[in-house]
């Protein structure tokens, strides 16, 4: 078994359930790769300025642009996405990544971190990706700040049943 984990993070929280995905995902003899996606702009704001400009970007339907990527989907037989949830949508970094790379045809998993209202972020992702397997989704509130042993455990599960 092959698993892709392409991700975008902008406070961790993505990353940090990227990361446990991959020990999981590539445990035994299996192989999991992890593709972060990276924005040019990497300036990081804070405060309200954070929330206005992410908002804006997910509004206004501009998705930023990615630095530059090397990735063969053909080679894996599971991909899973994954991104935070920004203003009810997922993050428009994966979005623009999605635009670039088609993938059609393939297993998928998907997962976002929230603060708490996830709206349709998961709907909204899989109705990007026609064509696909959708073998499971899975949000996460915050996953940064929670018990780590409890997530660790709750990625293991969700990865054997996919
Ligand atoms: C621009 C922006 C918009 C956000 N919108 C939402 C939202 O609509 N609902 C929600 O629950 N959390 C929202 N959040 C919070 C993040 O989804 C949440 O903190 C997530 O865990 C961050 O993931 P990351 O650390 O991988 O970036 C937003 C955060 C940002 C920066």
Redesign the pocket.
Known sequence: MKTLIIYY???????LVAGELKKAAGAGPSVCDILELKTEDDTKRTGFA??L???KQVFTHKSPKLKPYTVNIEEYDLIILGA?????SP?PALLSFLGETKISGKKLALFC???????KALDKLKALLPGNTIAGEID?I???GQDRPALTKQIEEWVKGL
């Open positions: 993070s902008y406070e961790g929280n993505s990353a954070k929330y400009w992410g908002g935070p949830v920004w203003a009810g993050a971190c929230h603060a708490g209202g996830k709206g996460f915050n996953p940064a």
